[in-house]
């Protein structure tokens, strides 16, 4: 009787596990999105993965609860029935919306993964490719205008007060 029930205490387990993961990718995403000052719609993604760990908490607590209807039912059936009881096949519907609900677990866990790296990725700041420009303080948009390859030199004298 346990071995037929093993896959829904399986897929509770590997589900709270999903949740867990989730459920630490979300809030340090929130941070980062509100410590980088990101716009609402980035903060609103960021956000994402908290909502799933809800949800995905909601998926364990059902495939937990089928469980535990199901031994108490192969339980009963057993004690009362024995000769007419045939388990062959009892719960295999429950078992095949638990797997369903497990890969689709799986699969958002994957999926929360990869935007969680893409927002990382995202608000990492990256490196500028004119630094002594920028740091000098000329616009380089005055720069790109006169041409990709072309780099203007202008020298212009300091004039200096010489009255004391």
Do not use: N
């Not at 809030?27 to 903060?43: H, I, M, S």
């Not at 760990?53 to 024995?82: G, N």
């Not at 096949?89 to 429950?94: S, T, W, Y």
């Amino acid at each position: 009787m346990e071995a037929a029930l093993l896959p829904l205490v399986s897929w509770h387990r590997i589900i709270l596990g999903c949740a867990a993961l989730v459920g630490l990718e979300g809030p340090a995403l929130l941070l980062v999105a509100v410590l980088k000052r990101r716009p609402w719609f980035e903060q609103l993604l960021a956000a994402a993965p908290a909502v799933a760990c809800l949800w995905m908490l909601t998926v364990a607590r059902e495939v937990a609860a089928v469980y535990q209807y199901w031994h108490s039912y192969l339980t009963f059936q057993l004690a009362h029935y024995p000769l007419a009881f045939e388990q062959h096949g009892v719960a295999r519907a429950a078992l095949a919306d638990a797997t369903q609900l497990g890969w689709i677990v799986w699969g958002g866990t994957a999926g929360l993964a990869v935007l969680g790296c893409a927002l990382l990725v995202r608000w990492y700041p990256r490196a500028s490719r004119e630094p002594a420009i920028v740091s000098a303080g000329i616009d380089s948009a005055a720069l790109s205008a006169t041409g990709d390859d072309d780099l203007e030199i202008v020298v212009e004298a300091i004039e200096m007060d010489t009255t004391v």
